[in-house]
């Protein structure tokens, strides 16, 4: 589990790519101080697996299906990534529950200065924007941010600029694909609110049965 609070930005040394998996390496500092074989850790938002690693960087393998399904297949040799190492049971939760695993991608449809901040407007498919909601929590990139602003086909973000200094987000232009998680909680309590037949669920008429409301 990750809390969207990125801890530096590493680099894309090398992508091996074939028809069945591709190796990614990457150059990093901070992530490397305490890592071992097996350890995830969050590149731009997606959970991978550290595979190999020197005193540099780290290898991880990457699906297909997580190619298919996040920006990591557009990233070449030098492409910079945001990094977060799995959260420790006693460290501080910072941002929110992140899983690492991607919901789908979104299009940054605008950027517009605001003072000190910077709104960024990104354009998304139904699917993921049913769970965005107006002040709620949503990672782009695995960095843990509160929608601000919610439309019918997109929604929007304002970042200070210690967010856009600190993180890839700052070099993102308009056009450009970023990775996408919503909120799993909500998730969670739509599938509770929605039982099939083989499972029971949440329903209004079982809270007040059991003293809820």
Not at 79 to 98: D, K, Q, T, W, Y
Not at 100 to 120: L, R
């Given at each position: 589990?990750?809390?969207?609070?990125?801890?530096?930005?590493?680099?894309?040394?090398?992508?091996?790519?074939?028809?069945?998996?591709?190796?990614?390496?990457?150059?990093?500092?901070?992530?490397?101080?305490?890592?071992?074989?097996g350890d995830s850790?969050?590149?731009?938002?997606?959970?991978?697996?550290?595979?190999?690693?020197?005193?540099?960087?780290?290898?991880?393998?990457?699906?297909?299906?997580?190619?298919?399904?996040?920006?990591?297949?557009?990233?070449?040799?030098?492409?910079?990534?945001?990094?977060?190492?799995?959260?420790?049971?006693?460290?501080?939760?910072?941002?929110?529950?992140?899983?690492?695993?991607?919901?789908?991608?979104?299009?940054?449809?605008?950027?517009?200065?605001?003072?000190?901040?910077?709104?960024?407007?990104?354009?998304?498919?139904?699917?993921?924007?049913?769970?965005?909601?107006?002040?709620?929590?949503?990672?782009?990139?695995?960095?843990?941010?509160?929608?601000?602003?919610?439309?019918?086909?997109?929604?929007?973000?304002?970042?200070?600029?210690?967010?856009?200094?600190?993180?890839?987000?700052?070099?993102?232009?308009?056009?450009?694909?970023?990775?996408?998680?919503?909120d799993i909680i909500?998730?969670?309590?739509?599938?509770?609110?929605?039982p099939d037949s083989?499972?029971?669920?949440?329903?209004?008429?079982?809270?007040?049965?059991?003293?809820?409301?």
């Amino acid at each position: 589990m990750f809390t969207g609070i990125i801890e530096e930005v590493g680099s894309v040394v090398s992508i091996q790519r074939s028809s069945s998996k591709s190796f990614i390496r990457i150059s990093a500092r901070k992530v490397l101080e305490d890592v071992h074989l097996g350890d995830s850790i969050a590149v731009n938002g997606v959970c991978l697996t550290v595979t190999d690693f020197d005193a540099a960087s780290f290898q991880a393998d990457v699906m297909n299906e997580t190619l298919s399904r996040s920006s990591l297949g557009s990233l070449r040799s030098g492409s910079p990534v945001n990094l977060e190492r799995a959260m420790a049971a006693g460290g501080r939760f910072g941002g929110h529950i992140v899983s690492g695993h991607i919901d789908g991608t979104g299009t940054i449809s605008d950027i517009k200065n605001d003072g000190i901040a910077v709104w960024y407007t990104v354009s998304a498919k139904p699917e993921i924007m049913r769970y965005i909601v107006e002040k709620g929590s949503v990672a782009i990139d695995g960095i843990s941010l509160t929608v601000a602003k919610v439309a019918a086909d997109s929604f929007s973000v304002s970042i200070i600029p210690h967010t856009a200094s600190q993180t890839v987000l700052g070099t993102k232009k308009v056009g450009d694909i970023v990775n996408l998680e919503n909120d799993i909680i909500a998730k969670y309590i739509e599938k509770l609110m929605k039982p099939d037949s083989q499972a029971g669920g949440v329903s209004m008429e079982l809270l007040a049965k059991n003293g809820f409301i």
